[in-house]
């Protein structure tokens, strides 16, 4: 079993832009949701697709299983997706010693950017970039789980500011 542990913020200016190596563009969608555990599919650039399963209800921790699955079994399960398909452009940006994945969303999050910080232990202090805003680690709203299953959401209590 993996663990997910991670840290999560909003982005206060395009700083990171200049940092970042890598992009791809992700589609995903919620096959169930609850409130501890949840399943996902994501499709990554058209090219390959993934099946998660995310089990907890820490802020920080979660177990965490990902199975590749084919394109076209990913698309079947998007077009029966819970709520609206996420659709956002992924940055890596390496960062003293950690990678940042910067999401910069688009379609129905337009102009939401989240950063997130994957660690090894909830003890890891990654150094926090000057471009991170407010940290919404914990915080159910900024989840992606959220973002495509209670997308009624007021696009003002989203913003990016610090």
Do not use: C
Request: charged residues 30%; without cysteine; glycine residues 6%.
């Amino acid at each position: 079993m993996a663990k997910e542990i991670e840290r999560k913020f909003l982005v206060r200016n395009d700083g990171w832009r200049s940092a970042a190596e890598t992009k791809s563009v992700l589609k995903q969608g919620y096959i169930a949701s609850m409130d501890d555990r949840s399943v996902r599919v994501r499709v990554l650039d058209n090219t390959t697709a993934r099946l998660t399963i995310k089990i907890g209800r820490s802020t920080m921790t979660r177990e965490e299983f990902e199975y590749d699955i084919p394109v076209a079994d990913a698309q079947q399960l998007l077009d029966d997706a819970i709520g609206i398909v996420i659709e956002k452009t992924r940055y890596r940006v390496p960062h003293e010693g950690f990678i940042w994945e910067v999401d910069v969303f688009a379609g129905q999050h337009r102009g939401l950017v989240i950063a997130e910080v994957e660690m090894r232990s909830e003890s890891d202090k990654p150094a926090l970039p000057a471009w991170l805003g407010r940290e919404v680690t914990g915080d159910f709203r900024y989840s992606n789980q959220a973002l495509a299953t209670e997308f009624e959401h007021d696009r003002h209590a989203l913003s990016n500011t610090a």
